[in-house]
């Protein structure tokens, strides 16, 4: 049952323009959503994060769109940059009920100069 | 601020033996979470303590899994026997009281 879902494993996209990662999520309890990246041999490292009360979160290049009634949210990148490249994860949270991290697939972003 | 440590790095062992591995959190974080990471997946949560309780373990195969937080700081993973199928990246992640995690650089381990 994969309740976080990331349907695009790898995106390819060249530098200065912008990177769209998506992720649908399935349980409308979750009321936390955040974006993990990950470089090769190392842990995933926070990103950005977005409440379910919100449906814009921002931080400089970043930006997190969350749309509840399509249960889907998405990852801007503006402009992107070829330190980027990396594996991004989406993970939702039941933050309420005890808060576990439930991570979707992972999609490849590929930055090209 | 020290982050999330992780031993050991690599490790590589034959099926039917055992492995521990060994997190420490960062200091004063009383969520402690295993996750373990497939090649091509994302991490699953194995079991989550909050100080030395178990919160979740639903996830963790119990007849070969187990885990411990002794004084609800340093916590071990344990793997006895090993299957072809655990061969994956281990990751060792704590939190405050917000919702994101610190992960450490996880322990790859390969069953052959």
């Known amino acids: 049952d994969q309740q976080v879902k990331q349907n695009s494993p790898s995106l390819s996209v060249q530098e200065g323009r912008i990177s769209i990662l998506n992720c649908d999520y399935t349980n409308s309890m979750f009321d936390y959503f955040l974006w993990y990246k990950k470089y090769p041999a190392e842990g995933p490292t926070f990103l950005i994060s977005i409440s379910s009360i919100k449906d814009k979160n921002e931080d400089g290049r970043f930006t997190v769109f969350l749309n509840k009634s399509a249960k889907h949210l998405s990852l801007h990148i503006v402009p992107s940059q070829p330190g980027d490249s990396a594996v991004y994860f989406c993970a939702a949270s039941d933050w309420g009920k005890g808060g576990k991290l439930i991570f979707g697939q992972g999609t490849e972003l590929s930055v090209k100069p | 601020e020290a982050g999330v440590a992780q031993s050991p790095r690599y490790k590589i062992i034959e099926k039917r033996q055992s492995v521990a591995f060994w997190c420490n959190p960062i200091?004063?974080?009383?969520?402690l979470y295993w996750y373990q990471q497939i090649l091509g997946q994302g991490p699953k949560l194995l079991i989550q303590f909050q100080n030395n309780g178990v919160v979740d373990d639903s996830q963790l195969p119990k007849d070969r899994f187990s885990a411990e937080r002794l004084k609800g700081v340093d916590s071990t993973l344990k793997i006895q026997p090993a299957k072809l199928e655990d061969s994956a990246v281990y990751l060792c992640?704590?939190?405050?009281?917000?919702?994101?995690?610190?992960f450490g650089p996880g322990t790859r381990l390969t069953v052959t």
């Open positions: 992640a704590s939190s405050l009281s917000q919702p994101s995690a610190n």
């Open positions: 200091s004063g974080h009383a969520t």
